[in-house]
């Protein structure tokens, strides 16, 4: 059974940063491109990030040029690396493969406000 357990999250102030890891398990990790994704209360969820199965930037969406999206395969682990935060920001944020599969993790929460 395929696991994602993200955590990280938390409240910070605009112009603020966290760092965000999602362990998986259940699957060969390694061979998949994964991706991060958002979901903001009263709308539908998004992908924020994606990585490549080796590690290879892909295209970054919905909050281009402060999010980094990086994974450490030894770990089955992929991280999402957030700065510049603004309150839209403001979501609960999970992983799974890219494209999503329809199992997904708990999210961990950011809240970002002054």
């Known amino acids: 059974q395929v696991q994602f357990v993200e955590s990280g999250g938390g409240s910070v102030q605009p112009g603020g940063s966290l760092r965000l890891s999602c362990v998986v398990s259940g699957m060969t990790f390694s061979i998949y491109a994964m991706g991060w994704y958002r979901q903001a209360p009263g709308k539908q969820r998004e992908l924020v990030a994606t990585v490549g199965a080796s590690g290879a930037a892909l295209p970054v969406f919905s909050m281009r040029g402060r999010v980094t999206a990086s994974r450490d395969n030894a770990k089955n682990t992929i991280y999402l690396q957030m700065n510049n935060l603004k309150p839209e920001d403001t979501a609960v944020y999970y992983c799974?493969?890219?494209?999503?599969?329809?199992?997904w993790g708990q999210g961990t929460p950011v809240t970002v406000s002054s």
């Open positions: 799974n493969k890219h494209p999503s599969t329809d199992i």
